[in-house]
């Protein structure tokens, strides 16, 4: 249960910079021992403000982003979400049939356990479905621990394919969801 009181909304561009310190905040901690602390070094507030600048102010692949705000922390996480396939170079034949890809989740570390992101989750749900898409995709190191959080959402292993970050090779795994709906009976 939510025990904060916590605003979910779309987000503006307003919100660019607190996105970014989001994103590399959690970084910095969810991929600590994962990924080599020399590239989590020197990732970089400014480095980042421009990718985001860009998906706030002209979203392509139906791009959504929400955020979830507490007063007088400011926004501690958020979701982005397409209606297509983001990565288009996949090799794995089966995700053709998955329509809509949850592209990004990260919550601030004092702040994860609190169901923030299963209310951020059902968000892109309801977005998908007001769009007509029923299906859904993630990706998420096979490292990351929280893989574990798409497994309770009923995700299903796909496949995997290997991406390099820095100059090192990691292995994702694909989650999938051929029904959306779904998704909502896990909450």
């Known amino acids: ?17 607190e996105i970014v310190k989001v994103n590399i905040d959690t970084w910095k901690t969810t991929y600590r021992g994962i990924i080599s ?9 400014k480095d980042k403000e421009e990718k985001w600048r860009q998906r706030l102010e002209n979203p392509s692949h139906g791009a959504i982003i929400y955020v979830a705000e507490i007063y007088l922390h400011g926004i501690v996480g958020f979701v982005l979400a397409t209606l297509e396939k983001y990565n288009p170079i996949l090799m794995i034949p089966k995700l053709e049939r998955f329509q809509g890809e949850l592209c990004a989740i990260y919550i601030i570390k004092d702040f994860q356990r609190e169901k923030i992101g299963t209310e951020l989750v059902k968000l892109v749900v309801k977005y998908f479905e007001v769009n007509k ?17 798409y497994e309770k959402l009923g995700g299903i ?8 970050i ?7 795994i694909a989650y999938g ?7 909502l009976s896990h909450f």
Do not use: C
């Open 157 to 164: 292993v796909l496949g995997e394919q290997s991406i390099e």
């Open 1 to 17: 249960m939510i025990s904060r009181s916590i605003n979910f909304r779309k987000a503006t561009i307003l919100d660019l910079s």
């Open 133 to 149: 898409i029923n299906s859904m995709i993630t990706w998420v190191l096979k490292e990351n621990p929280s893989h574990r959080f």
């Open 177 to 183: 969801w051929e029904n959306i709906k779904n998704i």
């Open 37 to 45: 602390e020399k590239y989590l070094q020197n990732l970089s507030y």
């Open 166 to 172: 820095g100059r090192d090779r990691y292995t994702e």
